[in-house]
């Protein structure tokens, strides 16, 4: 069977960051017409479930950028890629002497969930303490309360270009991270950075999932750098107008804006949907 993996932020969720109409009546569609799809996101699990609820994403998916896939079907983690503490405690003094201040995410006994952090330091950083807290209902505590035995799925920090790319360089030296990097918040002078284990990509995870679900083609939606490793396996890879230039560059082909319906217009010509 195809399998469709669909990229969220970007790619098939609007500007307002949700499932237009027209995408959901288009994922309708792929489900009446036996079309497999699902999601691979840098969003946890908490970041997305409401998103995803009731638009047939019955397949595993894959969050945190390829870090953990999680099983709708069984109500638990059937693959992660994790931190150890030990393995980012020296990145951490990058972080403060970058006047960043790192989020340190983690799974822990019983698939909870928390955000850990040194102080803050600008309200800008307070209101995503307050959107961990209040919009994705995340556990948000200070650094010093870290478990010993904690695993990290990844590290975040806001700040400027030069403090981020300083702090993003460090990785190139450790092959067992991999650092991603973005324009923060619309308008800003922000960058944003996150850090995974090295085998927590997407392209791994979608892998992983051709191989479990027998699939034969991999068909791929995706608009950032962190989108490539699953574009460099798939059988098809389409990126929005939207997107960056090196992952246009990466595609098949280039389709519509992710806030006209791109994808989902791609799809019913793809699939000859019709409702």
Same mark, same amino acid.
């Given at each position: 069977?195809?399998?469709?993996?669909?990229?969220? %932020?970007?790619?098939?969720?609007?500007?307002?960051?949700?499932?237009? %109409?027209?995408?959901?009546?288009?994922?309708?569609?792929?489900?009446?017409n036996g079309v497999a799809y699902t999601v691979a996101t840098g969003r946890a699990l908490h970041a997305a479930s409401t998103l995803l609820e009731g638009h047939g994403f019955h397949l595993p998916h894959i969050y945190k950028n390829g870090v953990v896939i999680w099983s709708p079907e069984h109500g638990r983690y059937s693959q992660s890629h994790l931190l150890t503490q030990g393995e980012i405690r020296h990145l951490l003094h990058a972080f403060i002497e970058q006047q960043l201040t790192p989020f340190l995410f983690t799974l822990e006994?019983?698939?909870?969930?928390?955000?850990?952090?040194?102080?803050?330091?600008?309200?800008?950083? #307070? #209101?995503?303490?307050?959107?961990?807290?209040?919009?994705?209902?995340?556990?948000?505590?200070?650094?010093?309360?870290?478990?010993? %035995?904690?695993?990290?799925?990844?590290?975040?920090?806001?700040?400027?270009?030069? !403090?981020?790319?300083?702090? !993003?360089?460090?990785?190139?030296?450790?092959?067992?991270?991999?650092?991603?990097?973005?324009? *923060?918040?619309?308008?800003?002078?922000?960058?944003?950075?996150?850090?995974?284990?090295?085998?927590?990509?997407?392209?791994? *995870?979608?892998?992983?999932?051709?191989?479990?679900?027998?699939?034969?083609?991999?068909?791929?939606?995706g608009d950032s750098d962190n989108d490539l490793s699953m574009f460099a396996l798939a059988d098809e890879a389409y990126a929005p107008e939207n997107a960056k230039a090196e992952v246009k560059a990466a595609a098949d082909a280039v389709i519509g804006h992710h806030d006209a319906d791109g994808i989902a217009r791609f799809l019913r010509q793809r699939f000859d949907l019709n409702p």
């Open positions: 069977m195809d399998l469709v993996v669909f990229d969220l %932020d970007g790619t098939l969720l609007n500007k307002q960051s949700v499932i237009s %109409d027209y995408t959901r009546d288009t994922l309708q569609l792929l489900q009446e006994p019983g698939d909870r969930h928390a955000v850990y952090h040194s102080p803050l330091l600008n309200d800008t950083e #307070r #209101r995503l303490v307050k959107a961990f807290s209040e919009e994705r209902e995340l556990p948000v505590l200070p650094l010093s309360e870290l478990p010993g %035995d904690a695993d990290i799925t990844n590290i975040s920090a806001l700040g400027s270009q030069q !403090a981020i790319e300083a702090v !993003a360089s460090l990785v190139d030296d450790e092959p067992g991270l991999v650092a991603y990097m973005g324009v *923060a918040l619309e308008g800003e002078d922000l960058r944003w950075l996150d850090l995974h284990h090295a085998d927590g990509n997407k392209g791994s *995870a979608v892998a992983s999932l051709k191989q479990d679900l027998g699939v034969k083609r991999v068909i791929c939606f």
